[in-house]
Nanobody, 116 residues
């Protein structure tokens, strides 16, 4: 079955950096685009970034352009989100997601807290 396991979250000061990882299994990873979403308290879940199956195309939410970078390693079945110049507004639970077999799958999420 499809499994997505995020890691790398934590507490960081404003201006700091974190790298999130999402290890995927249960499907042929290199054939599918991957997505990072986030959900802040009392807010809707929003798309942060996505990457095509071979990593040739990426898209970002306007709020993170120039600060976040999505990448993937198809040999390791892992997608990453490098986050720099973090702001308190980036505080959220970050989720990895894939659409497989007409269904969207989610990981359990990893908490990112940006605070001094």
């Amino acid at each position: 079955q499809v499994q997505l396991v995020e890691s790398g979250g934590g507490l960081v000061q404003p201006g700091g950096s974190l790298r999130l990882s999402c290890a995927a299994s249960g499907f042929t990873f290199r054939n599918y685009a991957m997505n990072w979403y986030r959900q802040a308290p009392e807010k809707e879940r929003e798309l942060v970034a996505n990457i095509s199956n071979l990593g040739l195309r990426t898209n970002y939410a306007d709020s993170v352009k120039g600060r976040f970078t999505i990448s993937r390693d198809n040999a390791k079945n892992t997608v990453y989100l490098q986050m720099t110049t973090l702001k308190p507004d980036d505080t959220a639970v970050y989720y990895c997601s894939v659409v497989y077999g007409n269904r969207r799958y989610w990981g359990q999420g990893t908490q990112v807290t940006v605070s001094s």
